[in-house]
């Protein structure tokens, strides 16, 4: 079995129908990732400049679960199983900082489905490339619209974005009601006056 870990940065092209399965799995792992931040990050993105990008974000959440969809078929159809497993979701109450994580999540899954067009090309798996380059077109979209909402250049392959801490949510204070506090604490200013009632969050760890 191939070990997906570093296959970013440690590129094969000869790869077998298994290996595959496995790396078409991991590229769904990354699609659950996307679909759970576009959710959460379309839905608490706060200030009217961001109003635009929030929306798109919405648009962002469905194409990504047509895109979890169409990889979990492929898998199915190369006689693999799809694998109930996503990448983490940083969170933050910071409206750049989210979409600074969602930027570097597009860039690696671009690297990602670039490498997976050749590899199932390699080994003659050709409708499975067709599929992946519909995707891949989508996800230059999403990133496009990343770094034109954050005012950066549209990073190329090589580049590694540069993402802030993650500020996880202080699930005790959301509860009890005091969302605007943290909010004003991240962001080092006065409690925004916001009438949306407050939301409980799930938690940072792994499952959806
Ligand atoms: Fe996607
Ligand atoms: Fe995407």
Same mark, same amino acid.
Not at 81 to 90: A, D
Not at 96 to 104: A, C, G, K, T, V
Not at 200 to 208: E, K, L, N, Y
């Given at each position: 079995?191939?070990?997906?870990?570093?296959?970013?940065?440690?590129?094969?092209?000869?790869? +077998?129908? &298994?290996?595959?399965?496995?790396? !078409?799995?991991? /590229? #769904?792992?990354? =699609?659950?990732?996307? %679909?759970?931040? @576009?959710?959460?990050?379309?839905?608490?993105?706060?200030?009217?400049?961001?109003?635009?990008?929030?929306?798109?974000?919405?648009?962002?959440?469905?194409?990504?679960?047509?895109?979890?969809?169409?990889?979990?078929?492929?898998?199915?159809?190369?006689?693999?199983?799809?694998?109930?497993?996503?990448?983490?979701?940083? +969170?933050? &109450?910071?409206?750049?900082?989210? !979409?600074?994580? /969602? #930027?570097?999540? =597009?860039?690696?899954? %671009?690297?990602? @489905?670039?490498?997976?067009?050749?590899?199932?090309?390699?080994?003659?798996?050709?409708?499975?490339?067709?599929?992946?380059?519909?995707?891949?077109?989508?996800?230059?979209?999403?990133?496009?619209?990343?770094?034109?909402?954050?005012?950066?250049?549209?990073?190329?392959?090589?580049?590694?974005?540069?993402?802030?801490?993650?500020?996880?949510?202080?699930?005790?204070?959301?509860?009890?009601?005091?969302?605007?506090?943290?909010?004003?604490?991240?962001?080092?200013?006065?409690?925004?006056?916001?009438?949306?009632?407050?939301?409980?969050?799930?938690?940072?760890?792994?499952?959806?």
């Amino acid at each position: 079995m191939i070990n997906t870990t570093h296959m970013n940065h440690d590129f094969q092209a000869n790869v +077998t129908r &298994e290996d595959l399965v496995a790396l !078409l799995n991991d /590229d #769904l792992a990354g =699609e659950f990732q996307a %679909i759970l931040s @576009y959710v959460l990050y379309s839905q608490v993105l706060k200030g009217p400049q961001y109003m635009a990008i929030a929306a798109k974000l919405e648009e962002h959440a469905a194409e990504e679960l047509a895109h979890a969809l169409t990889i979990a078929r492929q898998i199915d159809s190369l006689g693999g199983m799809p694998l109930s497993v996503r990448k983490p979701v940083k +969170t933050s &109450e910071l409206a750049e900082n989210m !979409l600074r994580f /969602d #930027l570097r999540n =597009e860039n690696e899954t %671009i690297v990602r @489905y670039r490498q997976r067009v050749r590899q199932c090309e390699a080994i003659g798996e050709y409708a499975v490339a067709e599929y992946l380059r519909d995707i891949l077109e989508e996800e230059q979209d999403h990133q496009t619209a990343l770094a034109n909402a954050l005012g950066v250049a549209i990073p190329n392959d090589q580049e590694t974005i540069e993402t802030p801490a993650e500020i996880p949510y202080d699930l005790q204070k959301v509860e009890s009601g005091n969302r605007n506090d943290i909010l004003s604490e991240a962001v080092g200013t006065e409690s925004p006056n916001t009438t949306k009632p407050s939301v409980q969050h799930a938690s940072t760890s792994g499952s959806i």
